[in-house]
């Protein structure tokens, strides 16, 4: 998932994306705090060019990304985003 201009844009669900929990609670997290979610296909470009980016799944939980192919996404640190959806997950799975 990327995070752009406060938006949380992620692939829709199908053969390269599995429906998970995990994913399913973040989008969950992210509606509950009035982000804006895109479901759609993102370029390379668009992910270099992101303010954050992170991973979800059953084992990372949130993960952020903040180097992508030796390019830094954002300021190179977890975003704010991402760091409330990460802390929100983990408040509520415990």
Do not use: C, H, N
């Not at 982000?35 to 949130?62: C, N, W």
């Not at 903040?66 to 830094?72: A, C, E, I, L, T």
């Amino acid at each position: 998932m990327v995070v752009r201009g406060g938006t949380v844009v992620t692939a829709p669900e199908g053969s390269r994306i599995l429906s998970g929990v995990t994913r399913d609670v973040v989008l969950e997290l992210a509606r509950d705090e009035g982000l804006p979610i895109q479901e759609r296909f993102i370029s390379q470009a668009e992910l270099y060019d992101a303010d954050e980016a992170f991973l979800t799944g059953t084992t990372v939980e949130v993960l952020a990304v903040v180097r992508v192919d030796g390019k830094v996404i954002g300021d190179g640190r977890p975003g704010p985003i991402t760091q409330r959806l990460a802390a929100g997950f983990t408040r509520r799975i415990g």
